[in-house]
T-cell receptor, first 113, second 116 residues
Framework: DQQVKQNSPSLSVQEGRISILNCDYTNSMFDYFLWYKKYPAEGPTFLISISSIKDKNEDGRFTVFLNKSAKHLSLHIVPSQPGDSAVYFCAASVSSGTYKYIFGTGTRLKVLA | GAVVSQHPSRVICKSGTSVKIECRSLDFQATTMFWYRQFPKKSLMLMATSNEGSKATYEQGVEKDKFLINHASLTLSTLTVTSAHPEDSSFYIC????????????FGDGTRLSIL
């Protein structure tokens, strides 16, 4: 049972344009969401997070949007740069106990120069 | 800040060998550390959660006698894959977090384990 899904395994975007990565979840108890970026043979790097009390959080070129009613979140990268090419994972957790994360399956972003 | 060091980065060994992987938080105290496994082109699968000074909590389907986890200090957790077999070959990643509210987990760079 995949509680967190990223339905697009890959995405190609032209440099300078907007990249939009999507993530859907099924567990309504999730109240904290994160996006991580991962290069091959490296661990994930934290990008941005959002609590369920918000619907938007922005940090530089990265913005995360949360639609609780649709159980959907998205990551916007503007403008996209070639160095953004990586695999992006969304993760969700419940704010109690161990705060363990459930990860999505990842979306490979390729930013074309 | 929030650097997590994982060692070794790569291990190749014979079937039947036990392999120990270390995970250290270098600049913060990690009351909780997590161990993940990633299969090729798949998501990160949580194996277990370890809290300093207590027994690890394993996810369903993960053999605790196979994957021994020790979290003896606030900066070090170890995962030992006992009597490893080829099916244990995988990418293992640890992460660490503080105890205070919703704080991002910070990940090590992973260990590529190959069992021949």
């Amino acid at each position: 049972d995949q509680q967190v899904k990223q339905n697009s395994p890959s995405l190609s975007v032209q440099e300078g344009r907007i990249s939009i990565l999507n993530c859907d979840y099924t567990n309504s108890m999730f109240d904290y969401f994160l996006w991580y970026k991962k290069y091959p043979a490296e661990g994930p790097t934290f990008l941005i997070s959002i609590s369920s009390i918000k619907d938007k959080n922005e940090d530089g070129r990265f913005t995360v949007f949360l639609n609780k009613s649709a159980k959907h979140l998205s990551l916007h990268i503007v403008p996209s740069q070639p160095g953004d090419s990586a695999v992006y994972f969304c993760a969700a957790s419940v704010s109690s106990g161990t705060y363990k994360y459930i990860f999505g399956t990842g979306t490979r972003l390729k930013v074309l120069a | 800040g929030a650097v997590v060091s994982q060692h070794p980065s790569r291990v190749i060994c014979k079937s039947g060998t036990s392999v120990k992987i270390e995970c250290r938080s270098l600049d913060f105290q990690a009351t909780t550390m997590f161990w993940y496994r990633q299969f090729p082109k798949k998501s990160l699968m949580l194996m277990a959660t370890s809290n300093e000074g207590s027994k690890a909590t394993y996810e369903q389907g993960v053999e605790k006698d196979k994957f021994l986890i020790n979290h003896a200090s606030l900066t070090l957790s170890t995962l030992t894959v006992t009597s490893a077999h080829p099916e244990d070959s995988s990418f293992y990643i640890c992460s660490a977090s503080t105890a205070f509210g919703n704080q991002p987990q910070h990940f090590g760079d992973g260990t590529r384990l190959s069992i021949l």
